[in-house]
């Protein structure tokens, strides 16, 4: 993969062009605080009175509503929930779209699935930044940028792939590197990531290597802490320097321990299920059933959240960690919006 880096990107694509920034959540806000930094001028298009509204204009930005920033703008983000992006697409984006503009997404689930299918005439782009929200603004306010993903869908003005590195290196992103891909190896492997390794497969190994030390009569808050506090600490490592860095950290008991049992805990019929998971996004099954779960009022999701707060783990855990706020980091990721569902 071909990585972009400072020399390959120029804020000058933006001379003279305004980028609205639909949505001002846990992406919409970082991106748009930190392109205002790099000197792109910059709009963001949310819903009057909604809370968005007030914390962009507390944070000093332009705010308009979303049609009145679409119509001014040559880059428009769509920095809203993926499954609200199609019909606020419909309904606010689509009838003032100036011909020749940019469709950008941080994502690439509305146009692989076809939810949104753009005019012909304008450029359709991702900048997909590795990366929580928070984190972004974090490391830009700190001199660098995350890493980011970039991917061209449709280039009518010749010039997609030029807006997209612009917008990377104005998050700072081609400090650290920029990789180019299309939107459907991100959507898919994006979708993959989160539901077998990252959000599903983690909090399911937690919850059961939780379940089997309470099961065996072991304290609640030491199983907190061995098997889920502690696997920021391992993830940290392995982040850092590979499995390698790891394993040379932890003891050789724990190297030993871990290589010889792991096998045991994901199994080949866990590597079947990844492999049945891949397909299952590959081919829209995937997407059927979230969009009808978005089309039935997330009632199912409500139900799964209200079940995962009442795990030992998660009741236990909102104890354990009052021990650990430190005031000045606590009080910064608290004034972040949450996002809710
Ligand atoms: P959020 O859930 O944080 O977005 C919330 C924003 O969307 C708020 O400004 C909210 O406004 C607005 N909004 C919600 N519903 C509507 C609606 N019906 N009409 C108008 N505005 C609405 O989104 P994310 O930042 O998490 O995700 C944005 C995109 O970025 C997605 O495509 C996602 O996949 C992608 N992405 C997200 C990452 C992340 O870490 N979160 C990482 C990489 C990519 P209000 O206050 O008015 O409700
Ligand atoms: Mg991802």
Redesign the pocket.
Known sequence: MKIYHDKDADLKVFDGKIVAV?????????QALCFHDSGIDVVVG??K?????K??KEDGLKVAE?PDAVRQADVVM?????E??P??YKE?VEPNLKEGAALE???G??ITYKLIVPPSGVDVIMM??????D?ERIIFTEGFGVPALICVYQDVTGNAKNIALGLAKGLGSTRAGVFESTFANETFT?LFGEQSVLCGGQTELIKRGFETLVEAGYPPEMAYFEVLHETKLIVDLINKGGFDLMWNVVSNTAEYGGMTRRERVVTQQSKDAMVQILKEIEDGTFKTQWRAEYENGLTELKRMEEEERKLQLEVVGKEIRKLFERKARAGRLMAW?R??T
């Open positions: 639909l949505g001002y959540g846990s992406q919409g806000r970082a949310v819903r009175n909604g809370k968005s509204w914390n962009a979303i769509m920095l809203l929930p993926d609200v992006q019909e606020v606010l997404f941080a994502h689930f509305a997909a930044p590795k990366g929580p929200g984190m994006d919006p996002r809710s």
